[in-house]
């Protein structure tokens, strides 16, 4: 079965200051679905950024981005330029690629705080 | 805002009572999931319906009783709940079950006493 581990509880961060979450996974598949979700105190899980195995090339959406180490098994996420409204809880996710392994299991979150 | 959304947002029910969470969603999906987040714990998937049909029940005791009357509406009745029950209830939707991007709702925060 596959595991996703996120090692921060919590992290913080100046505002404008990049910061990094880590996040790794655990899994005997080559192909397969990473992501990164946002969960700000609305409750409302928003995805924020999606990487194929496939691609070596790491996947960027504005101010995120993902250092993806396929061979580490490793996908962290950066945060550039930090805003106020990126403090939320993250949550790094995985779903196969294979067949009708559809569950996305996800890690325990990070909560991320933005300080001003 | 995603297009799903869940009523009520705040639920008390006591352990003998019988209450139902509702999600909706008008995006054309024909997927839709529950999922459970309890404090301190990865989200649990409990039950996946795909064109009305459920596709998968993820071990989830029986007090728990989803319905999904047709791909726009998904219910989870709850019976005779225990403390430990107490969690956010999230509901997803997307296009197809096998669909990889899921949009969620903002959950309910259910308390059982």
């Known amino acids: 079965a596959q595991t996703v581990t996120q090692s921060q509880p919590e992290m913080s961060v100046q505002e404008a200051e990049t910061v990094t979450l880590s996040c790794t996974y655990d899994t005997s598949e080559s192909d397969y679905y990473l992501f990164w979700y946002k969960q700000p105190p609305s409750r409302q899980m928003i995805l924020v950024i999606r990487q194929e195995a496939y691609k070596q090339q790491n996947a960027t959406e504005n101010r995120f981005s993902v250092n993806f180490q396929k061979a580490a098994k490793s996908f962290s996420l950066k945060i550039s330029d930090s805003q106020l409204g990126d403090a939320a809880m993250y949550f790094c996710?995985?779903?196969?690629?294979?067949?009708?392994?559809?569950?996305?299991?996800f890690g325990k979150g990070t909560l991320l705080t933005v300080n001003p | 805002e995603t297009g799903v959304t869940q009523t009520p947002r705040h639920l008390v029910m006591g352990m003998t009572n019988k209450k139902s969470l509702k999600c909706e969603q008008h995006l054309g999906h024909n997927a839709m999931y529950w999922y459970k987040q309890s404090a301190k714990k990865p989200l649990e998937l409990m039950f996946v319906?795909?064109?009305?049909?459920?596709?998968e029940n993820n071990s989830v005791p029986s007090r728990f009783s989803p319905e999904c009357p047709n791909s726009s509406h998904l219910f989870l009745h709850l019976h005779t709940l225990q403390p430990e029950d107490s969690a956010l209830y999230l509901c997803?939707?997307?296009?197809?079950?096998?669909?990889?991007?899921?949009?969620f709702g903002q959950g309910t925060r259910l308390t059982v006493v």
């Open positions: 997803a939707s997307s296009l197809y079950w096998d669909n990889t991007e899921a949009f």
């Open positions: 996710a995985y779903r196969s690629a294979q067949g009708s392994n559809y569950k996305l299991t």
């Open positions: 319906y795909s064109l009305e049909e459920r596709v």
